[in-house]
């Protein structure tokens, strides 16, 4: 029998292991060892920290969970139900795959999921935020909803990259639906992410001031102009050059504000999301309110997006153009969102120690909430922005696209230089 202490260590010397949501194609079964042959996204976060894509799997001994009535397969068991339901070729989500640099044999993964509606494109990848409401449930006590998930471009930008004609068409498409969907209500427009900005401000290599993502005019109830867009960098440029100096460059980093559908908000607030949404940390010293607890903790992870009411009669599926979130595998360690996004340059940046040491972080679930910029959080909580229409992303599709025809989906892919565009997973 192993020794557990010494089991520890040689798990330890020998590099560890990491956790990972992934993205997955189905390649071979082996039924009777009960293991699945899978090829890793070339967009994982494990692909692109090295680790091999080609792997072998198997259920962990762990506790499952339970699975989802309205799956096509949902399980914790590599067995011949899953192959007929998930033959090779098609995509699953692994969630908790536990890997290691010196990986021999199967990788142990806790739980196995069909795409959405056996579609590939209803699966995401990416560097993710979480943001939701406060409330109080029935019985009095202190509640959370997630209502919106951000995906992170993979860098920041400069002015001169993102200030571009073919960034303010997508800008454009969001008002110009909205605007359409105000006029005839009963205009068939498809639910999308909206796309909106951060902001920060950077001076050897420390974020030492930034602006949590925006998508949505509060006052106006409409997504977000381009002008606007424009408007808000230059008078937050301004603001930091006299604040900090003239020394200090100031980036933009395009996110994508998915909505959460609403039958998943309570049950998402209770998964690994509701700790992104409960963490507060204030901006400075000067301006403490808001507190920024929801969209700065992040996590490499997968979303998944509604595929839409089936028809049996037809197989055809009401909806399924919709990009709801139904579910969001976030298992993997949680970091400061600028800790994670490199410059413009594609250099590591770090979030400033004056603002690290204001972080705050709330008490368990269940716990007494004695941490009051957590209270307040949910006060200056984004309300839920109107989903724009479809403005064509490019994020359900696979294939590389040309950054003068498509600049955000650029920022939304993968990237190993700065010369083949901005990027996000």
């Known amino acids: 029998m192993a020794n557990p202490m010494m089991q520890r260590y040689n798990d330890q010397t020998g590099g560890g292991g990491r956790v990972f949501d ?8 082996d039924l009777k060892a009960g293991i699945a042959s899978v090829r890793l996204s070339d967009h994982s976060a494990p692909v692109q920290e090295g680790f091999p894509a080609e792997i072998d799997v198997k259920i962990s001994t762990g506790s499952p ?5 309205d799956a096509d397969f949902e399980g914790n068991a590599i067995d011949q139900r899953m192959a007929d339901n998930i033959p090779a070729g098609d995509t699953v989500i692994l969630e908790e795959l536990y890997i290691k640099a010196s990986q021999s044999g199967p990788a142990p993964v806790r739980w196995i999921s069909s795409a959405p509606g056996a579609n590939p494109a209803k699966v995401l990848e990416g560097q993710y935020t979480a ?4 409330k109080t449930d029935t019985n009095g006590e202190r509640a959370f909803e997630v209502t919106n998930i951000q995906q992170w471009s993979k ?6 990259e993102f200030f571009t004609d073919q960034m303010k068409a997508n800008f454009d498409q969001g008002v110009e639906n909205h605007l359409k969907r105000q006029n005839d209500p009963s205009v068939d427009l498809p639910v999308s992410a909206n796309v ?11 974020v030492i001031d930034y602006i949590p993502p925006v998508s949505y005019n ?3 109830k409409r997504p977000m102009s381009f002008d606007e867009v424009q408007a808000g960098y230059e008078g937050y440029k301004s603001h930091i050059e006299a604040t900090y100096g003239e020394d200090v460059s100031v980036e933009v980093v395009p996110v994508r504000e998915f909505p959460v559908a609403p039958s998943a908000r309570e049950i998402m607030a209770r998964s690994a999301a509701q700790r992104m949404v409960r963490t507060a940390s204030p901006l400075n010293e000067v301006d403490t309110a808001p507190n920024i607890g929801n969209q700065s903790l992040s996590v490499p992870g997968v979303i998944a997006l509604s595929p839409g009411k089936l028809n049996p009669r037809d197989g055809s599926r009401k909806g399924a153009e919709n990009q709801w979130v139904t579910d969001a595998y976030f ?14 340059n594609g250099e590591k940046v770090e979030v400033s120690s004056v603002i690290r040491e204001r972080m705050s972080y709330p008490a368990r679930p269940g716990a007494e909430q ?3 910029a957590s209270q307040t959080q949910s006060q200056e909580a984004e309300p839920e922005p109107t989903p724009s229409a479809d403005m064509d992303s490019g994020a359900d599709n696979p294939d590389p696209l040309d950054e003068d025809e498509a600049l955000l989906d650029n920022a939304f892919k993968e990237a190993d230089q700065k010369s083949s565009g901005p990027s996000m997973g």
Do not use: C, F, Q
């Not at 969970?65 to 009535?69: A, E, H, I, Y």
């Not at 298992?331 to 413009?344: C, E, G, L, M, W």
């Open 155 to 160: 860098r920041g930008m400069t002015p001169d």
């Open 131 to 134: 943001s939701g409401i406060a």
């Open 22 to 29: 992934v993205k997955a194609e189905v390649t071979d079964y």
């Open 218 to 220: 509060r006052d106006e």
């Open 65 to 69: 969970k339970p699975s989802r009535p």
């Open 370 to 372: 004695s941490d009051e």
């Open 331 to 344: 298992s993997a360690r949680k970091n400061h969102i600028h800790d994670v996004i490199p410059n413009a």
């Open 196 to 206: 909106g900005v951060a902001l920060r401000a950077i001076k050897n290599n420390e």
